[in-house]
């Protein structure tokens, strides 16, 4: 990927036509000597190669790390799909991922309360994992009275949205059909 | 970008998909002609040579009235039709049409509102059970002569009367189609859910198909249907699917209503003796293998066959929400899904809601499902309080990843895998989904381990080792499990070294996930055991270690085939044997694709062939030939018993074989065509009091409604809501109203506005605009409003949920609701 040019580079690069047009009004340029030497910001930033979790088009996204941050995101040039350009929401990918409004911690609301609770993941795990085996015990049903097979619970269900995985997708039928015999496991694909 | 012209309907493709539209302008610069048919004029009719103002909801007129010329013109591509679709076959003699009885096809069940006898639209066989064909198309029974009956009353008259389209417009359109059909030309067709979200939506895609089969249109660089799917990887969800009437690779899940109680009848009653789908043994097989490894080998799979568990009815998400409003459903598992806000009907979904023990919703914000039990609408942007100590529904809400935190595959519209490289770890307690599964998994695995009942044992057999070898480096989180062994999974290997003798205990070594070959595609998968796949239709994303297709990013050539994995086998344009003619050439020059290569004697071209790559186009298959050997080297459509393009469909639809126009469960005006009103196989839970339906000809709720995205938002806003560069472009909701429509309710544009239906009342403020305009139907004006649905009470930016106006009226093939066209009222509010 191509970097920006300082205003300084812009100068020796840009055809004479342009250079001209720049220097309406003014013979000297206003830079001064430190805003010569401004470099982008992802200058040296790891780029990491991804794709727009909004529509289904499927952009190819460059998402630049420094320090362990994403720094910016844009579009990739690459790609056959966007070259490198975006929309106004993939555009705001970044603000999407790095966003002060972001759950960070667990919340646990229990029966009838009024409010929120941090929990540790490791408790809400747990805590799942037994819900599910309760409701999964109390609903499944082997067989319906005319001794058909069904081998399912109907006691609980799943909603996926679609920007999940496939990798996560595959995991979740698997496990919740394949393992515990839930029926009603969908996704927004239906609708 | 191919196409000569390209048809736009039941999509705003500039605002909802605006980088694929970038296409259809370049097309458009290169000369192809745009057409756009929409109640909502919208960037997408700005930039089109043509825009046809329609009414929501009365598509398959249109459409329907494009059959009928084509068929009574012969403008239809004759060769194409003969040969590659199944216009020849004859129907059985008792089939009835909606000619004969009023709007219905035969096998109609009143009492179960379904058909529950489809056996008369089924061929008529020989006694080899072939069907039987007419090629010079004129036997009464042929499919030809069926559709020229079924289609005779959609005239242009019609479409006038209807849809509200002048002939003159509709004529335009339909020539336009014509004239860029053909061997030297092709044109596209571009929908989206604006066709999907009807209690018909299968039948106006199937227009569009017999359309598109009539024209030549299908498997042929710049034809074809373009499904425009709104999320990053719905197609993934629905390929490798979390739907519950699928297994992975579109095979269905089984169903204790049909005999599918061992596994040799799921397989007779799902799969196909001819055609691509002869190979399900093995397909089926090879899921149980990569779910249940070693077990999965008891009685030839059989046993764990009968561990899936069996659906008894519709279990979709619509559907199960009126089963969790009757408390029938305890526990719910959201993840990254929204239906408080997002949902049709969706003040009915958060009363559902409260009748549950608990939910998981997994997030990156606090969305509008997890907050439903102290907050709700207020008027307009405004939230009101609930009374929580009410509502017992125990939530625990979970912090997600986002898609640059985590690494995987997103599958696009267009069929094509693109994997994402991680770029940083999730904040805080965040967590991928894949996380979350494995992780849950690995605990119920613990907690049933010493069970010895047999409901427990598909969860014990279950196989669950994604452990990665060695931490990710550089990431705080050691407990990620490996995504590309779960890939490989999905990918397919082998369970037992190839060729090998069993050993002395009459037992094979056999591999684990971690250590077995890689297949390398669907075509090495078998029916025995020996082979194990997540999902056949992905095979060869993945076919040896170091070489993830998805991840391939080389950008070159005609059809970028190093870029991604499309599925399957990394075809680009399904059905491309199609391109060429029935002695495997090129239609024309200009729109070569795939062909015989008479020397090499073997399909070839620019796109990988679909179609056995070997198979001469003279080939006639023998009597009696089974699988694959029983389609001709002329029959295009491998995954159909027959090898045909289906104009009729005489198996598999649930509300008939051939598109017919029926009013939406809503609708201002009666039926013109038919006496039957909507279509009578939907799903319209009648009794239901949270789910009342305007009258036809309502005079409380005259107006149509129909609801669309915003390019600044995503659906209800949970991704972008919460983003102030994208509230600031759109900070509100708003109703979109012609001046007509307005001055005739005393409405000012910037006002606000209330607007109703039966199920509730919502404000927006109005946007008078002349994008909307009032249609003559039927003799009298109908208005139309058209809404974004993009907000709710949680988030940054507020306002009305559009969905708390719409119905749960379900399309009877997939379970949709009716969205795109219903009806309201609207007044000013005057504060």
Known sequence: MQERLSPAELEFNIPSIVTQAMQVGSKTQPFSSESSKLVTRIRDAKVVHSVCPYCAVGCGLNVYVKDGRVIDI???????INHGTLCPKGAATFQYTVNPNRLTHVLHRA???????????????EQIAQRIKQTRDETFVKSLPDGREVNHTLGIASLGGATLDVEENYLMKKLLSGGLGIVSIENQARI | MNSDAILIMGSNMAEAHPVAFANVVQAKERGAKVMHIDPHYSRTSALANIYVATRAGSDIVFLGAVIHHLLETRSY???????????????????????DLEGLFSGFDPKTETYSDQSTWDYERDSEGRPLTDPTLQHPRCVFQIMRRHFARYTPEMVEEVCGVSQDQWFLVTQTLIENSGRERTSAICYAVGWTQQSKGVQIIRAAAII?????????????????RGHASIQGSTDVPTLYDLLAGYMPQPSALTPQQTLDEYISTSGQKTGWWSNIPAYIRSLLQAWYGEAANEEDGNCSYRWLPKMIGDHSHLATSYEMLDGKVRGYLLFGQNPAAGSTNSRMQRKALEQLDWMVVRDLYEVESAAFWYKQPGFGPDTEHVDSSKIKTEIFLLPAAA???????FTNTQRLLQWRDKAVDPPGDARSDLWFVYHLGRRLKELYSVSTESKDRPLQALTWDYDRKEPEPGSRIHDEPDTLLVLKEINGYYVHPLNQVDNEM???HAYKLHDAPHVPGFAALKSDGSTACGSWIYSGVYPEPGNNRAASRISEGYTFLQWGFSWPANRRILYNRASADPQGRPWSESKKY????????????VDVPDFPVNKPPNYIPPVGAVGMDAHSGSDPFIMKPDGKGWLFVPKGLKDGPLPTHYEAAESPVHNALYKQQSNPAAKYFRNRPDNRLAAVDDPDYPIVITTYRLTEHHVSGPMTRWMPWLNALQPSLFAELSPELAAERNIQHGEWVIISTPRGEIEARAMVTRRMQPLRISGKIVHQIGLPFHWGFQGKSTGSITNDLAHMVLEPNVSIEEAKAFTCNIRPVRM
């Not at chain 1, 844009?74 to 056959?80: A, K, L, V, Y």
């Not at chain 2, 660089?221 to 499904?227: K, L, T």
């Not at chain 2, 795939?594 to 071209?605: F, H, I, L, R, S």
């Open chain 1, 74 to 80: 844009e579009g990739n040039p690459d790609s056959p």
């Open chain 1, 111 to 125: 029966p009838f309360s009024d409010h929120w609770e941090v929990k540790s993941l490791d408790w809400a795990m």
């Open chain 2, 77 to 99: 591509f004759h060769e194409y039709v003969v040969h590659f679709t199944n216009a020849a076959t004859l129907i059985r003699g008792d089939f009835g049409d909606t000619e």
């Open chain 2, 212 to 228: 598109q089969l009539l024209l030549g249109n299908i498997g042929r660089p710049g034809g074809g249907i373009m499904a425009l």
């Open chain 2, 403 to 409: 898609s640059t935190e985590k690494e995987g595959c």
């Open chain 2, 506 to 508: 009459g037992r094979q």
């Open chain 2, 594 to 605: 795939v062909w015989w290569d008479e020397e090499q004697q073997k399909w070839t071209g």
